[in-house]
């Protein structure tokens, strides 16, 4: 009589993956991995790009707010926190003008630069320095500003 747990019979031919099979499944996801890896991060930089060029006009829109209650744009010395709270000097303030109540920084988590007046005869100059952090740069590295186009 045939006991209930006893093994089966294993065929001499076993079912499964070689070697060689599952070495060309991982050379074939490599290279599928290796062109599509660079492109995703190819968009992914161009995203936060947008992202902070997007905040860098909310702030803007914010800072002409600000000028239109108190009746000039936050000094350089009050900053962009002049947004969320109201300096010493400012009389009309209505405020807070940023709606989380924080000045946000950008998308590579660093703070935005400001500045007044601005450069080439503008009131103001507004941008994050990209990537790097650094003045200058290329690519995801390049300055990114409210008045560049």
Do not use: H
């Not at 045939?2 to 499944?25: A, H």
């Not at 003008?97 to 503008?122: C, F, H, I, M, T």
């Amino acid at each position: 009589m045939k006991s209930q747990f006893s093994k089966p019979c294993l065929s001499t031919q076993q079912r499964g993956f070689s070697l060689i099979e599952l070495m060309i499944v991982l050379v074939i996801l490599g290279l599928i991995a290796g062109i599509v890896g660079p492109q995703a991060m190819k968009y992914l930089g161009k995203g936060k790009t947008q992202s902070s060029k997007v905040q860098i006009e909310n702030i803007s829109a914010a800072l002409d707010m600000y000028r239109l209650e108190v009746g000039s744009y936050p000094t350089s010395a009050d900053g962009l926190k002049a947004l969320v709270t109201a300096p010493s000097s400012a009389r009309g303030w209505n405020g807070p003008y940023l709606k989380k109540g924080e000045v946000p920084k950008d998308a590579w988590n660093n703070e935005y630069q400001y500045k007044r007046p601005g450069s080439n005869s503008q009131p103001y100059d507004l941008l994050s320095f990209g990537a790097d952090g650094a003045a200058g740069g290329e690519g995801d590295d390049a300055d990114i500003s409210l008045w560049q186009k």
